[in-house]
C-alpha cells in the first residue's frame, strides 16, 4: 500500500548527539515536509521540500538540517544546536503544482526524547 | 500573514449528542480549508477539505464543516457523536496565489472528549 513510513517511531538521544528522523514516501508525490509537535502549540513547519535537490527552511528551522537527494526520501537531522528537541516529529507529502489543493498525507510520526 | 485559530482547547460532549469544533482563519486571498484528526501517538489523519463551491462540505467518518465567508469560519460538525470520536483535532489553511508553496499553516488543536 502507498503511504508515508518514518522511523524510529521512538528515539532517545543524549544532550550534544546529532540524531536522524528517516521519512520515506511511495505516493510519487513531489513536495514533503517537516513538521515539530509540542503539547498546546499545534504543528510548526521545520522544513519543507518541493523538488529533488531543493529544500526551503520553515518557520523553526534553527538547528535542524534536510536533505533531498531523492524524490521519495527527506530525511531530517537533528542537530546539538536545536536547544530543546524533545518532541513529536511528523513527515508529510503532497502534490504540488499550479493549483494546489491537495491535502498532505502523514506519517505516524517519531517521538524524540532527549536524556 | 495567514493564520488559523481554534478558540477551545477542549470540548466535551455526550455521546449521541451534535459535535462542533470551532476554526477561524485569516488569509488575504481564497483560503484552502483543511480538518484533519490525530489519535494518541499517531500522525494526522485527513477528513475534509473545503477548496470552491458547496460552503458544506461532507468527508470521512460522518463529520461536515461549513464554510462561511463572511464570518472567516470553517466549523467541524458531527450530526450524532461516538466514543470513538475523542481525538485531538486540527483546522489548517493553504493561501493559493504566486507564491504559494503548498504548505499549510495549523491552529493549535482542539481535544473532543466524547462521554459515553
Known amino acids: 500500500d502507498g503511504g508515508i513510513t518514518q522511523s524510529p517511531k521512538y528515539l532517545f538521544r543524549k544532550e550534544g548527539q546529532n540524531v536522524t528522523l528517516s521519512c520515506e514516501q511511495n505516493?510519487?508525490?513531489?513536495?514533503m515536509y517537516w513538521y515539530r509537535q509540542d503539547p498546546g502549540q499545534g504543528l510548526r513547519l521545520i522544513y519543507y521540500?518541493?523538488?529533488?535537490?531543493?529544500?526551503q527552511k520553515g518557520d523553526i528551522a534553527e538547528g535542524y538540517s534536510v536533505s533531498r537527494e531523492k524524490k521519495e526520501s527527506f530525511p531530517l537531522t537533528v542537530t546539538s544546536a536545536q536547544k530543546n528537541p524533545t518532541a513529536f516529529y511528523l513527515c508529510?507529502?503532497?502534490?504540488?503544482?499550479?493549483?494546489?489543493?491537495?491535502?498532505?498525507?502523514f506519517g505516524e510520526g517519531s517521538r524524540l526524547t532527549v536524556l | 500573514a495567514q493564520s488559523v485559530a481554534q478558540p477551545e482547547d477542549q470540548v466535551n460532549v455526550a455521546e449521541g449528542n451534535p459535535l462542533t469544533v470551532k476554526c477561524t482563519y485569516s488569509?488575504?486571498?481564497?483560503?484552502?480549508l483543511f480538518w484533519y484528526v490525530q489519535y494518541p501517538n499517531r500522525g494526522l489523519q485527513f477528513l475534509l477539505k473545503?477548496?470552491?463551491?458547496?460552503?458544506l462540505v461532507k468527508g470521512s467518518y460522518g463529520f461536515e464543516a461549513e464554510f462561511n465567508k463572511s464570518q472567516t469560519s470553517f466549523h467541524l460538525k458531527k450530526p450524532s457523536a461516538l466514543v470513538s470520536d475523542s481525538a485531538l483535532y486540527f483546522c489548517a489553511v493553504r493561501e493559493f496565489g504566486s507564491s504559494n508553496t503548498g504548505k499549510l499553516i495549523f491552529g493549535q488543536g482542539t481535544t473532543l472528549q466524547v462521554k459515553p
Open positions: 488569509v488575504s486571498g481564497n483560503p484552502y
Open positions: 521540500s518541493q523538488i529533488v535537490n531543493d529544500f
Open positions: 508529510a507529502s503532497s502534490h504540488t503544482g499550479q493549483v494546489p489543493t491537495g491535502e498532505l498525507f
Open positions: 473545503y477548496i470552491t463551491g458547496d460552503n
Open positions: 505516493l510519487n508525490h513531489d513536495a
